[in-house]
């Protein structure tokens, strides 16, 4: 059956194949290299540090998930084939209503994103020069305000 379910260890490269097709997709500021570079960061370290949730289609494949810490909402993907079929804003009211997710950074250069996270209620509070790894992307923060 499809819908939202807590992710296990074993679902870690699905996951990050949907993070990756995703990613192509969207965040054009990235240089292959970087994607290469982050894909086994995303899969051994980042993974394990949120609490992981996966929404998987009819035929059980993994098409999006998300990872919150500290009701943050670190990490929400949906893979390019579903883009517009209302799985991210399933993942995004799961995160707020069952997760108690408050918070997020988003990429500024990732405008798609941000309209997205706005039209869930997000506003921004502030912006970083650099991302979480050092690097010149900058990140606007945002918090909920329904």
Known sequence: MKGIYPAQRSDFEAITTVWEASVRATHHFLQDADIRALRPLVREQYLPMVELRVYRDEQQNIVGFLGVADNRLEMLFVAPQVFGLGIGKQLMRFAIEQMNVTELD????NPQALGFYQHQGFVITGRS???GQGNPFPLLHLRYAP
Not at 106 to 109: A, D, F, I, T, W
């Open 106 to 109: 988003v990429n500024e250069q």
């Open 129 to 131: 020069p650099l991302d």
